[in-house]
Nanobody, 125 residues
Framework: VQLQASGGGLVQAGDSLRLSCTLS????????VAWFRQAPGKDREVVSA????????YYADSVKGRFTITSDNAKNTVYLQMNSLKPEDTAVYYC???????????????????WGQGTLVTVSS
């Protein structure tokens, strides 16, 4: 079972990017998937999360209204559409999964046992 994150890049402030996280070897239906990010010199933080079967989503305050998380179970992929990007969004973005049976407020890293490799998002001013 593997998570593969992709879609990062270098953009200017105000631009958009879409990150993808594809799960291989299993079905998204059993999991909640979250995007975390880690900026240089800062702790990793949760950005957004989605539980496929319930459709429940979570967004950090810093990205509400700008980022949208969706899932395509047929493609076993979770997307993070990032609009109106800001320089402070610059970070390595990681996707991770945890069992969907945990509560929706279980968003700390410790609950996520499987992680994809990071994808770098750089937003220039």
């Amino acid at each position: 079972v593997q998570l593969q994150a992709s879609g990062g890049g270098l953009v200017q402030a105000g631009d958009s990017l879409r990150l993808s996280c594809t799960l291989s070897g299993d079905s998204l239906g059993s999991y909640a998937v979250a995007w975390f990010r880690q900026a240089p010199g800062k702790d990793r933080e949760v950005v957004s999360a989605i539980t496929w079967y319930s459709g429940i989503t979570y967004y950090a305050d810093s990205v509400k209204g700008r980022f949208t998380i969706t899932s395509d179970n047929a493609k076993n992929t979770v997307y993070l559409q990032m609009n109106s990007l800001k320089p402070e969004d610059t970070a390595v973005y990681y996707c991770a999964k945890r069992p969907s049976t945990l509560g929706n407020n279980c968003l700390a890293e410790v609950f996520f046992g499987s992680w994809g490799q990071g994808t770098l998002v750089t937003v220039s001013s």
